[in-house]
């Protein structure tokens, strides 16, 4: 039994909320989904109709005043983040707000100087820390299985070469770009498993042939540490592989390779939750070797 339920309300009803969100959301004893801002429903995307029951709110301004609201998770562009986890703070709310959690580290220094000051939780959503493959791979480097690592690398390639169209991922906004969205996940993998580098390598840019709007689509970044680990991020979308690398680990005395995204993410998109039979396991045949 939980000791308390806190009423959550969700800012933004695109697939990060449906799928990211509130199936983990709705699993969780000491959550309710109470509220979602949505400015614009449609016919074919209204969230009033999904979750029958929950309030409504067209502005965050009208959401934030409401005291029965616990906790805020925000799932906008990354450059309304700042100003609504300070919104958020400032009504006193918990707040859980989508990676990138700001565009400029000192905006993520004003926020968390808010939350400390008013005693209130302020958490990124880095949900790739409990991907099955990264719990694989950081129970093998705790044990020491592969002996002192020099060489980490770990990608989320695809092959996408095609010029996308609409959408905010598309436009070169702050906050946007490959290392801005993919790129976060692979770094902060990174820093929980071996800490800040000492020097950081990095490069930005597009692999698309065609690429009007100027999107940086992709990125390669090396973190440099003086241990003799260097560690290789990359996210790339022209990657024309039948099975993608996901992760290649070298040690003195092994090493770790694992082809294939972790499996949640599709299975949160067919519809299964947390609790269910099967989530999170992975087939035998994509097992890191």
């Known amino acids: 039994m939980v000791s308390k339920t806190y009423n959550v309300a969700i800012i933004g009803y695109g697939m990060s909320a449906k799928v990211f969100h509130i199936p983990l ?85 004003d926020l968390i100087n808010i939350a400390v000051n008013r005693d209130l939780f302020l958490t990124v959503y880095q949900n790739r820390r409990w991907d099955t493959d990264f719990l694989t791979l950081s129970k093998l480097l705790k044990a020491g299985t592969l002996g002192r690592v020099v060489e980490f690398e770990t990608h989320f390639d695809r092959h996408r070469p095609e010029t996308p169209s609409g959408g905010w991922k598309t436009k070169p906004l702050p906050g946007g770009g490959g290392i801005y969205d993919l790129g976060t996940h692979l770094i902060d993998q990174v820093y929980v ?53 996901r992760y290649w680990v070298r040690g003195e005395k092994g090493s770790y390779k694992k082809f294939h995204l972790d499996c949640q993410e599709d299975q949160l998109k067919a519809g299964k939750k947390p609790g269910d039979a099967g989530f999170g396991i992975e087939p035998k045949d994509r097992a890191g070797t």
Not at 72 to 96: G, Q
Request: hydrophobic share 35%; aromatic share 8%; net charge negative.
């Open 25 to 109: 959301i709705q699993v969780t004893p000491a959550f309710n989904l109470y509220a979602i801002v949505q400015r614009n429903p449609t016919a074919e995307n209204d969230a009033s109709k999904d979750h029958p029951g929950i309030k409504l709110y067209r502005s965050s301004e009208d959401m934030v005043q409401d005291p029965d609201v616990d906790v805020v998770v925000i799932n906008t562009i990354p450059a309304s983040h700042f100003e609504l986890c300070r919104l958020a703070l400032e009504y006193y709310k918990y707040v859980i707000v989508e990676k990138p959690f700001t565009v400029t580290s000192e905006e993520a220094d």
């Open 193 to 245: 498993l071996f800490g800040l580098p000492d020097r950081i390598t990095g490069f930005v840019g597009s692999q698309r042939e065609r690429n009007p709007e100027g999107v940086d689509d992709s990125c390669t970044v090396l973190l440099h540490y003086d241990s003799g680990l260097l560690a290789t991020v990359k996210a790339g979308v022209v990657s024309p592989e039948v099975n993608q690398l």
